[in-house]
């Protein structure tokens, strides 16, 4: 299965909150606060962090608030994403097969990467649930396909 499929996935009846062409972003300079809230509203476990929009700066998790929250106390909700942030952001585009994908997450400890075009534009996010839920997929299909050859239909 490759990047594009996950991506059309996204779109799906039972998850309304989830448009796989919108990509949530922030500024670096909002606060870790506002940050925590947005992902909390949106059900999303990143963000995407770029001036202009279209490419990443940075990315920042749940857990990298998390992080912080524990190694500073509440009074780091006001500072800027900006210094928190990953600012290594590992991309991959739309023709890179998903189990390459998911092998790169599971390797980097990371679980959601942008999906950029040829230029560095942004075309959507995905998680490494996304990526096993479309190995998961690939994997019944296969035994479907062997099941009826087995069977002989």
């Known amino acids: 299965?490759?990047?594009k499929q996950l991506l059309t996935m996204k779109s799906?009846?039972?998850k309304p909150w989830i448009d796989s062409g919108t990509i949530v972003t922030i500024l670096p300079e909002t606060t870790l606060g506002e940050a925590a809230r947005l992902l909390a509203?949106?059900?999303i476990g990143a963000v995407v962090v770029s001036r202009d929009g279209r490419r990443p700066d940075g990315i920042l998790s749940e857990r990298d608030i998390v992080r912080q929250l524990g190694k500073h106390g509440p009074e780091v909700l006001a500072q800027p994403v900006g210094g928190v942030m990953t600012t290594a952001v590992q991309t991959c585009t739309t023709g890179e097969d998903a189990l390459t994908i998911?092998?790169?997450m599971t390797e980097g400890r990371f679980r959601h990467m942008p999906v950029v075009d040829g230029q560095g534009d942004m075309l959507g996010v995905i998680s490494i649930g996304d990526a096993v839920s479309g190995r998961l997929k690939?994997?019944?299909a296969e035994k479907e396909a062997?099941?009826?050859m087995i069977m002989g239909a």
């Open 1 to 3: 299965m490759l990047v």
């Open 12 to 14: 799906d009846v039972s």
């Open 41 to 43: 509203e949106k059900r």
């Open 102 to 104: 998911l092998e790169r």
């Open 138 to 140: 690939e994997l019944a």
């Open 146 to 148: 062997l099941t009826g």
